[in-house]
């Protein structure tokens, strides 16, 4: 591995420090997103909570860089880069493929001996080893047309060509990554799962998400929301406030 992949600073944005934190949440963006999709979050839940926000190359402060085209490769740098937060205990939530790329992190953090207290996987069905993750044409008008449907990239950088080509190039690495990912068969965490989706969401319907709970040996819940695949948007303040109460839970125990 190298050096660049094992440089913290890279793939973890610490938005609000919290010196106090008892926990620490670490979150990772859905394809074509950022770590400042998580902003908000970090502020709602500063103090007793340290957030940080994965930032994927090709986008943003790394956009220079190539976007990742392997979810294994990007989740063994990530995974590494954490081995510098380990002092607090770790809860991941990720979001669609940032819930691919938490689950990997989780795996491999837990076959180091760490643990992970939680893992949250929301707009993603259970990662399978039999079929891609993504199938749909790699085209760039396919993916463009694809992004703009699911809602999570502002339509104003799609729709302006000058600020098309700044994040096309990221959107098409994370897809690329999605079609060629399979799970492992027996590929599974420890750690308790809770998967989250939404109610109308075309891309992952409830019954795909509940089968999450064939990759955890721990405790499952499955929890859906009124809207679509980016319901995180319209129901922020009820996902955060699951969130703080999770994890105001887990202190308490």
Request: aromatic share 8%; proline share 6%.
């Given at each position: ?6 440089d ?5 944005r ?10 620490r ?13 998580y ?22 402060d ?26 607090l205990?770790?809860?991941l ?20 001996g ?9 707009g ?38 000058e ?42 319907p ?48």
């Amino acid at each position: 591995m190298t050096s660049l992949s094992l440089d913290s600073d890279l793939w973890c944005r610490r938005f609000h420090p919290s010196p106090m934190a008892t926990r620490r949440l670490v979150c990772f963006p859905h394809a074509g997103g950022s770590a400042s999709f998580y902003l908000p979050v970090s502020a709602a839940l500063c103090g007793p909570v340290d957030l940080l926000a994965v930032q994927y190359p090709g986008r943003q402060d790394r956009r220079k860089e190539a976007g990742g085209q392997d979810l294994h490769r990007m989740a063994d740098e990530v995974s590494e880069a954490l081995r510098r937060w380990d002092d607090l205990p770790l809860t991941l939530f990720g979001h669609s493929m940032g819930a691919l790329v938490a689950f990997e992190v989780a795996r491999r953090i837990e076959r180091a001996g760490g643990r992970i207290d939680h893992l949250f996987v929301s707009g993603r069905k259970g990662p399978s080893a039999d079929r891609p993750e993504h199938s749909h044409p790699l085209d760039d008008e396919g993916i463009v047309a694809e992004a703009k449907a699911m809602g999570g990239t502002d339509a104003r950088l799609l729709e302006d060509e000058e600020l098309l080509r700044m994040v096309l190039p990221a959107l098409r690495g994370d897809y690329q990554a999605l079609g060629a990912y399979r799970a492992d068969r027996d590929a599974a965490v420890t750690c308790p799962v809770t998967a989250l989706v939404g109610d109308q969401d075309p891309w992952t319907p409830v019954p795909e998400a509940g089968h999450w709970r064939d990759r955890t040996m721990g405790a499952f819940d499955l929890k859906v929301f009124p809207g679509g695949h980016f319901y995180l948007s319209s129901r922020a303040n009820e996902v955060t406030g699951m969130l703080r109460d999770h994890l105001a839970g887990t202190l308490r125990t």
